[in-house]
C-alpha cells in the first residue's frame, strides 16, 4: 500500500521543467480547497507511485494525475481534470476535454517535446518554500 493521502489528487510532474514548475506554481495558488499534492516523476516517492498504477516511467515525460483508488490521468486529459477541479478561470480550459485523446494529445506531445527549448530546464528539482512545503510529497 502506498503511503500517500488518500483523500488528495496527485500530481506527478517533471521536476526540471521550467513549465512543469510554473503550471505547479499556479495550481497551488489556485488549489483554495488544498485538493492537490505534487510529487517529481523522477523522485522515490515518484517512481514508487508511477509502479504503483502501472506507468512505465520511460513512456511518460510530462504529467500524471493520480485520484488514489479512483483513477489516473495521462497528458491532456491529467491537464484538463486538473483544470475542471480547479473551477474558476481554469474551468474553460476543462471544456476541451470532451475532444479525443487523439487530437489533444498530439498538441500536448508537441508542447512536452519542445518544452526545454521554450521554456528551460533547471539543474535539480525546485525546494519548496516553507508555506508550500507540505503540498509535496
Same mark, same amino acid.
Given at each position: 500500500?502506498?503511503?500517500?493521502?488518500? /483523500? @488528495?489528487?496527485?500530481?506527478? %510532474?517533471?521536476?526540471?521543467?521550467?513549465?512543469?514548475?510554473?503550471?505547479?506554481?499556479?495550481?497551488?495558488?489556485? /488549489?483554495?480547497? /488544498?485538493? #492537490?499534492? #505534487?510529487?517529481?516523476?523522477?523522485?522515490?516517492?515518484?517512481?514508487?507511485?508511477?509502479? =504503483?498504477?502501472?506507468?512505465?516511467?520511460?513512456?511518460?515525460?510530462?504529467?500524471?494525475?493520480?485520484?488514489?483508488?479512483?483513477? =489516473?490521468?495521462?497528458?491532456?486529459?491529467?491537464? %484538463?481534470?486538473?483544470?475542471?477541479?480547479?473551477?474558476?478561470?481554469?474551468?474553460?480550459?476543462?471544456?476541451?476535454? %470532451?475532444?479525443?485523446?487523439?487530437?489533444?494529445?498530439?498538441? =500536448?506531445?508537441?508542447?512536452? @517535446?519542445?518544452? =526545454?527549448?521554450?521554456?528551460?530546464?533547471?539543474?535539480?528539482?525546485?525546494?519548496?518554500?516553507?508555506?508550500?512545503?507540505?503540498? %509535496?510529497?
Amino acid at each position: 500500500m502506498l503511503d500517500i493521502p488518500r /483523500d @488528495k489528487k496527485i500530481v506527478l %510532474f517533471d521536476g526540471v521543467c521550467n513549465l512543469c514548475d510554473t503550471a505547479v506554481n499556479k495550481i497551488i495558488t489556485a /488549489d483554495k480547497d /488544498d485538493q #492537490f499534492r #505534487f510529487v517529481s516523476l523522477d523522485s522515490d516517492k515518484g517512481k514508487e507511485i508511477l509502479n =504503483y498504477i502501472g506507468i512505465d516511467r520511460a513512456k511518460i515525460d510530462s504529467i500524471v494525475l493520480y485520484e488514489p483508488g479512483i483513477a =489516473y490521468y495521462i497528458k491532456s486529459k491529467a491537464a %484538463f481534470q486538473i483544470a475542471s477541479t480547479l473551477g474558476g478561470m481554469y474551468s474553460l480550459i476543462g471544456v476541451f476535454s %470532451f475532444l479525443p485523446k487523439g487530437l489533444t494529445d498530439p498538441l =500536448y506531445d508537441y508542447i512536452a @517535446k519542445n518544452r =526545454y527549448k521554450w521554456y528551460g530546464k533547471k539543474e535539480s528539482c525546485m525546494i519548496p518554500s516553507e508555506d508550500i512545503k507540505q503540498k %509535496f510529497l
